[in-house]
């Protein structure tokens, strides 16, 4: 089987940087993805990392090390706008091209004034 | 805009009732789809692969015939609450795989209540 685990909550100010971290087991591995999910919506794709590294997409980075079966996603300049649920993820070996994905447990991130 | 929709956002029905949520890709073939549940405050848990012109695969614990998936065409499967009950109540999103690894576009969910 396949677990992700993330911090349940973390809450910060705006403007500051935020870091969710993500820490996984998984039976083969095709790699990390986060999602975003604002109360009542549905998710939305923010980042994907397939090898070892930072990948920067404007205020958002997510970083992977497979040897530590560890990643994180970054946020900076933080916005009241960035309050949500922010998941990572992992895609199922075997599946071809379908990305049947396994979802960690999830981090309400709270940005406060 | 959004690539996929899902219909209705929101029902609510009586005990013993069935239920049946819609999930179309927009401006693309989607020969699978994925129907996952989300309860309050939890993450997301895939519920069956809908494939087109086959049938669902399920995930270990969920029942095959209480619910039912459709994917009779590449732009269509619908998933069908039968006999629903209070504990049935959730939030019940499908998704598509996107262009790239990792990548899913997801509905807008549906949640449903069930008195």
């Known amino acids: 089987g396949q677990s992700l685990e993330q911090p349940s909550e973390v809450t910060a100010v705006e403007g500051a940087i935020v870091q969710i971290n993500c820490t996984y087991q998984?039976?083969?591995?095709?790699?990390l993805s986060w999602y975003q999910q604002h109360d009542g919506g549905a998710p939305t794709f923010l980042s994907y990392?397939?090898?070892?590294g930072l990948e920067e997409t404007g205020r958002f980075s997510s970083f992977l090390s497979r040897s530590d079966s560890y990643g994180y996603l970054l946020l900076q300049e933080l916005q009241m706008k960035d309050s949500a649920s922010y998941f990572c993820a992992v895609r199922d070996p075997g599946r071809g091209t379908a990305s049947k994905l396994t979802f960690g447990t999830g981090t309400r991130l709270q940005v406060t004034l | 805009g959004a690539v996929v929709s899902q219909h209705p956002s929101w029902v609510i029905c009586k005990s013993g009732t069935s239920v049946k949520i819609e999930c179309r890709s927009l401006?693309?073939?989607?020969?699978?789809m994925f129907w996952y549940r989300q309860f309050p405050k939890q993450s997301l848990m895939l519920m069956a692969t809908?494939?087109?012109?086959?049938?669902?695969?399920?995930e270990q614990g969920v029942e095959k015939d209480k619910f039912l998936i459709n994917h009779a065409s590449l732009t269509l499967s619908t998933l069908t609450v039968t006999s629903a009950h209070p504990e049935d109540s959730s939030f019940y999103i499908c998704?598509?795989?996107?262009?790239?690894?990792?990548?899913?576009?997801f509905g807008e969910g549906s949640r449903l209540t069930v008195l």
């Open positions: 401006d693309f073939q989607a020969t699978t």
């Open positions: 998984t039976s083969g591995f095709y790699g």
């Open positions: 990392n397939a090898l070892d």
């Open positions: 998704s598509a795989s996107g262009r790239a690894f990792g990548e899913l576009f």
């Open positions: 809908s494939n087109e012109g086959s049938k669902a695969t399920y």
